[in-house]
């Protein structure tokens, strides 16, 4: 069974830095079969894609949304089966609970973690 569990979310002050992690256990397949997604939801508000990575090759293969574009770094760690979200010169508005994702390039299959929260405050 496919197990998802993300941590180091925590409270921060404007400008802090914050380091998650999402490991990923119960695969059958290396992790750079799937791809990994961070997503985010603040309170009253839709959940969001922050971040996403194909495989650990080629920089092309990333994405960020603009709001965290130049602040936020992903990256993953295949042998660990760990995905993980640099987040940097955090504000106020980065306060939500933060979801890691994991689906296969191929077959059936979309993984989600329970969620870890980060709140931005003075």
């Known amino acids: 069974q496919v197990h998802i569990v993300e941590s180091g979310g925590g409270l921060v002050q404007p400008g802090g830095s914050l380091k998650l992690s999402c490991v990923v256990s119960?695969?059958?397949?290396?992790?750079?079969?799937?791809?990994i997604g961070w997503f985010r939801q603040a309170p009253g508000k839709e959940r969001e894609g922050i971040s996403c990575?194909?495989?650990?090759?080629?920089?092309?293969?990333?994405y960020y949304a603009n709001s965290v574009k130049g602040r936020f770094t992903i990256s993953r760690d295949n042998a660990k089966s760990t995905a993980y979200l640099q987040m940097n010169s955090l504000k106020p508005e980065d306060t939500g609970v933060y979801y890691c994702?994991?689906?296969?390039?191929?077959?059936?299959?979309?993984?989600w973690g329970q969620g870890t929260q980060v709140t931005v405050s003075s």
């Open positions: 990575m194909m495989s650990s090759v080629g920089d092309g293969l990333t």
């Open positions: 994702n994991a689906r296969p390039w191929v077959g059936p299959g979309d993984y």
């Open positions: 119960g695969l059958t397949l290396d992790l750079d079969y799937y791809a």
